[in-house]
Each structure stands twice: as C-alpha cells, then as structure tokens.
C-alpha cells in the first residue's frame, strides 16, 4: 500500500512540486515524499514522487565542497610551482648575468680588433 501523503492543493515552502505524467495536473508535495509512489487525486495514476529540490541542493553543497578542496590542491600546487619557477628565474637570472659579463668581456677582447678593421682608426 503507497504512503498516505496528501497531495496538498496549497503550496508549502519546500514543498517538492511536479506535474501528473498522465492529466499533467500540478501536484505539490511534502518533500519527505520524495521516491515514494503516489496516486493523483484528479486521475488515480500511479505517480512516482521525484526527488526534491532540498535533496539537490544538499548534492549542489557536496559538489561545491568537493570543488573547493580541489581548487585548495590546486592552489596548493600552483604555490609550489610558483616557488619552482621563482628558482628557475632566480638561476636564470645569474645565468643571464654570467652570459653578459661573457659577452662583455669577449666585446672588450674583440674591441682592439674592431678599432684595427675600422676605416676611421683613432689617431
Ligand atoms: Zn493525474
């Protein structure tokens, strides 16, 4: 035998309402009601009660918790990739410094030789 859950005409807040498959009368419904069966009281159908909006937004808090640790790993991840390139460019930066000394020094080494091909040698 199907609960004996009225099928309310009045609209409770919370209430879980959907329509009769069969006459599509609007049927509103104690959301405690949500996957029992039910009989419309306009045609006698048999109505299977969907899930109630209060049941999807505790599954909408569970995404979002579920998205928020994720996005945490993430950040967290993203920190330590933030640490590993702040070395790399901190060694890219004493490697870019050892190549200019190297090319300043061979500019000074090859300076003299410059000064020799030119066409207007200091006097
Ligand atoms: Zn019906």
Same mark, same amino acid.
């Given at each position: 035998?199907?609960?004996?859950?009225?099928?309310? @005409?009045?609209?409770?807040?919370?209430? *879980?309402? !959907?329509?009769?498959? /069969?006459?599509?009368?609007?049927?509103?419904?104690? $959301?405690?009601? =949500?996957? !029992?069966?039910?009989?419309?009281?306009?045609?006698?159908?048999?109505? +299977?009660? $969907?899930?109630?909006?209060?049941?999807? @937004? +505790?599954? %909408?808090?569970?995404?979002?918790?579920?998205?928020?640790? /994720?996005?945490?790993? %993430?950040?967290? /991840?993203?920190?330590?990739? /933030?640490?590993?390139?702040?070395?790399?460019?901190?060694?890219?930066?004493? *490697?870019?410094? @050892?190549? +200019?000394?190297?090319?300043? %020094?061979?500019?000074?080494?090859?300076? $003299?030789?410059?000064?020799?091909?030119?066409?207007?040698? $200091? =006097?």
């Amino acid at each position: 035998m199907a609960e004996q859950i009225a099928v309310s @005409a009045n609209v409770q807040p919370g209430d *879980i309402v !959907f329509n009769c498959p /069969r006459c599509t009368k609007s049927l509103a419904i104690d $959301p405690r009601a =949500a996957g !029992f069966t039910i009989t419309c009281p306009d045609c006698g159908t048999e109505v +299977d009660v $969907p899930a109630s909006t209060e049941n999807l @937004a +505790d599954n %909408l808090e569970e995404t979002v918790l579920a998205l928020r640790s /994720r996005l945490q790993i %993430l950040e967290h /991840r993203y920190s330590l990739d /933030r640490e590993r390139l702040g070395k790399i460019t901190q060694e890219m930066g004493l *490697i870019q410094a @050892a190549l +200019d000394r190297t090319v300043s %020094l061979l500019q000074d080494a090859l300076e $003299p030789l410059s000064t020799e091909s030119s066409s207007n040698p $200091p =006097a």
